[in-house]
């Protein structure tokens, strides 16, 4: 004889079934949970690994080019460039700085691709600078040429080392433990602004040693004026370089004008593409010996 199931015999067992598959779905879940945050944390280790790697590799390249190299403090005048007329313009206090010299001949046997030593005083950056053509290869690339996330210090495949254009612009990637131009935020510090000995940068190539003087020094999200290296009349120059002031917050004034050759240094400020940029014109410059 068939036996049915009392209403309340049907719904306990039901209430048996939901609570197994509720604790089945639990588990599952928690599974699920356990899988993702075991998967986070081995890609931190990773992450954090691969930073190490290069991090480690980086300043094993700058010791053996800081070994590598001699640099010489130089104090001959040399050739000043679009002196104003203004003798009571700072401009004639930033001449008196000495050359830096780096013979690039070594370096160039590590890698044929540099074209010249960067300096920016009370900053980590004193790197040689290499150029190939295009923008992209040293983002992931070392001095050495080996892939490295950490990149190198890089002028604009659009520029020319020998013929300075309107503006050359330098690009390295911000490293946390600030090399590269990981310290280039320490120009945004007043500390750093307050020392009016600061505002040089020193860029020694194959041919001469120069002397950049910074005009403007500020952080804006990414675009593509800042970073224009020619400009087809002298009018468009004058705009660029109005609206480049007109961004400086630091507290130097620099008078800069359409015959000035400006000198770009950018990196990156955050992941949201923030930038920091600074701008300086070349005052003067030596021939190498």
């Given at each position: 004889m068939k036996k049915y199931m009392t209403i309340e015999a049907y719904f306990k067992t039901r209430a048996i079934d939901m609570e197994k598959d509720t604790k089945r779905k639990g588990k599952r879940i928690r599974y699920v949970l356990l899988i993702l945050c075991l998967s986070l944390i081995v890609f931190s280790l990773y992450t954090l690994l691969n930073w190490y790697l290069d991090h480690s590799k980086i300043r094993q390249i700058s010791?053996?080019?800081?070994?590598?190299?001699?640099?010489?403090?130089?104090?001959?005048?040399?050739?000043?460039?679009?002196?104003?007329?203004?003798?009571?313009?700072?401009?004639?206090?930033?001449?008196?700085?000495?050359?830096?010299?780096?013979?690039?001949?070594?370096?160039?046997?590590?890698?044929?691709?540099?074209?010249?030593?960067?300096?920016?005083?009370?900053?980590?950056?004193?790197?040689?600078?290499?150029?190939?053509?295009?923008?992209a290869y040293y983002l992931n690339h070392s001095f050495d040429k080996s892939e490295n996330d950490a990149g190198w210090i890089f002028m604009d495949y659009r520029n020319r080392v020998d013929t300075l254009q309107d503006n050359t612009i330098l690009y390295g990637h911000a490293r946390l433990d600030g090399t590269l131009f990981g310290s280039l935020k320490d120009t945004l510090s007043s500390s750093w602004q307050k020392d009016l000995d600061n505002y040089v940068i020193f860029l020694s190539t194959q041919k001469e040693n120069m002397v950049f003087q910074i005009f403007s020094i500020y952080t804006i999200q990414k675009e593509s004026y800042y970073i224009t290296t020619t400009f087809k009349s002298k009018m468009q120059k004058q705009i660029w370089l109005n609206t480049m002031k007109e961004r400086n917050t630091s507290s130097i004034d620099t008078d800069v004008n359409v015959n000035d050759k400006v000198l770009t240094l950018s990196t990156c400020q955050d992941n949201q593409g923030g930038r920091v940029v600074v701008h300086a014109k070349l005052i003067k410059k030596q021939k190498k010996g």
């Open positions: 010791t053996e080019i800081d070994k590598s190299i001699v640099i010489k403090e130089k104090q001959e005048q040399g050739e000043l460039v679009n002196p104003p007329q203004d003798k009571s313009s700072n401009y004639y206090q930033y001449i008196k700085v000495p050359y830096y010299e780096v013979s690039l001949s070594i370096l160039s046997t590590k890698n044929s691709d540099t074209v010249g030593f960067l300096r920016l005083r009370n900053t980590k950056i004193n790197y040689p600078v290499v150029q190939t053509t295009d923008n």
